[in-house]
């Protein structure tokens, strides 16, 4: 119940096009669902993050979409370019903990 | 300046011996927390205080011992090392874990146990 589905674990797009990782969860008492991107050798980055009474966020090229009756969100990147080449990773944090569980991972490679 | 710092960043050292991992913030956060990435990325989280209060220990071996002497530093230390705790450890911050949950990362320290 603790767990967070990521997938796929790898992704290749083309520049320009549209980036799509996708997560669920069984923990309904999950309130906060972040983004992080993750460059080689770096600390993970927060990139967006949403809370479940909340549909779709949008921020820049990058947008959550939440279903919670489904128990599933996602990351869209549109427009993706070589820049964005990174490790993706979804997580949830139980309400009133101080923890993130984090899904496994995207690798996602964008090709000039 | 760099939100969250942690040295030193590569730390290779034998089976058995003892080794300390630094974290510093500068966020004036509440929360601080210690994550382990293994070698399939997978990031998994060890320890959380909150004012320099321990919250959460997820089930990590006693070898395993944080300290926080106030609330801008966690300081890892592990005793005995073993061939298995060789992945690279994280320190993060939040300001709390009720109105902003989001959490910052530093560049890691890669441990190497040999």
């Known amino acids: 119940q603790q767990q967070v589905k990521q997938s796929p674990q790898s992704l290749i797009v083309q520049k320009g096009g549209i980036s799509i990782i996708n997560c669920a969860y069984e923990n309904t008492a999950f309130d906060y669902f972040p983004w992080y991107q993750q460059f080689p050798g770096k600390g993970p980055a927060l990139l967006i993050a949403?809370?479940?009474?909340?549909s779709e966020k949008k921020e820049g090229r990058f947008t959550i979409s939440f279903n919670k009756s489904a128990k599933q969100f996602s990351l869209h990147i549109m427009d993706s370019q070589p820049g964005d080449s990174a490790t993706y990773f979804c997580a949830a944090s139980p309400s009133g903990t101080y923890k993130y569980i984090f899904g496994t991972g995207t690798r996602l490679k964008v090709l000039a | 300046d760099t939100a969250v710092s942690q040295t030193p960043k590569y730390l290779v050292t034998q089976m058995g011996n003892d080794k300390s991992i630094k974290c510093e913030q500068n966020?004036?956060?509440?929360?601080m927390y210690w994550y382990k990435q293994d070698s399939k990325k997978f990031l998994k989280i060890m320890f959380s205080y909150n004012n320099k209060e321990l919250i959460i220990n997820e089930t990590v071996p006693n070898r395993f011992s944080p300290k926080s002497p106030d609330k801008a530093h966690l300081n890892l230390h592990i005793n005995s090392l073993e061939l298995g705790d060789s992945a690279v450890y994280f320190c993060?911050?939040?300001?709390?874990?009720?109105?902003?949950?989001?959490?910052?990362f530093g560049q890691g320290t890669r441990l190497t146990v040999v």
């Open positions: 993060a911050s939040s300001q709390d874990h009720i109105v902003r949950h989001e959490a910052f």
């Open positions: 966020l004036g956060h509440d929360t």
């Open positions: 949403i809370r479940p009474d909340v």
